[in-house]
């Protein structure tokens, strides 16, 4: 039987509370980046709904276009 350690000051470390995966933190907000030419939803990312209040813009590859076009935040 294997020894159990714990540390000066220990609490218990069970986790609780509503968690949201994938967000950083409760301003963040999950948005879809879509191709402008070919309308293709490529790529998922975070964004700060206090600090960022426009639509994202950014220029990413498209797998579909097969070259670097303009990606913008979809509904």
Do not use: W
């Amino acid at each position: 039987m294997r020894p159990t350690f714990f540390f000066k000051g220990q609490k218990n470390l069970t986790i609780k509370g509503n968690k949201t995966m994938g967000i950083k933190g409760k301003l963040d907000k999950m948005v879809v980046l879509a191709c402008e030419e070919c309308k293709e939803r490529n790529y998922t990312t975070t964004k700060n709904k206090k600090t960022l209040k426009e639509r994202m813009e950014l220029s990413k590859y498209c797998p579909k276009c097969k070259k670097h076009t303009t990606h913008k935040e979809t509904k």
